[in-house]
Nanobody, 118 residues
């Protein structure tokens, strides 16, 4: 069984920064893509950033230039550095990972709340 556990959310003022972390644990042979999604109040879940095993990244348009995704394959961990935060970044942030263990499957974390005050 595989688990994703996020940490690092919280309350921050506009213009501030936060760093999210997500650690994968369990029966893992290889973690393929890892990423972050978010869901704001009354909104659909949207892509924030993706990173593949080799470090290639992809970002949602609303966060380009402000957020940076990275990963440490040795620690089965993905990070999201969020700078210049805006009130519209307020959402629950979910970690996502495409993991090959006994079988290949897509996993989600439980989510971590990020609140940006104006």
């Amino acid at each position: 069984q595989v688990q994703l556990v996020e940490s690092g959310g919280g309350l921050v003022q506009a213009g501030g920064s936060l760093r999210l972390s997500c650690v994968a644990s369990g029966s893992i042979f290889r973690i393929n893509n890892m990423g972050w999604y978010r869901q704001g109040p009354g909104s659909l879940r949207e892509l924030v950033a993706l990173i593949n095993y080799d470090g290639r990244t992809n970002y949602g348009d609303s966060v380009k230039g402000r957020f940076t995704i990275s990963r440490d394959n040795a620690k089965n961990t993905v990070y999201l550095q969020m700078n210049s935060l805006k009130p519209e970044d307020t959402a629950v942030y979910y970690c996502n990972a495409d993991i090959t263990g006994i079988m290949r499957y897509e996993y989600w974390g439980q989510g971590t709340q990020v609140t940006v005050s104006s």
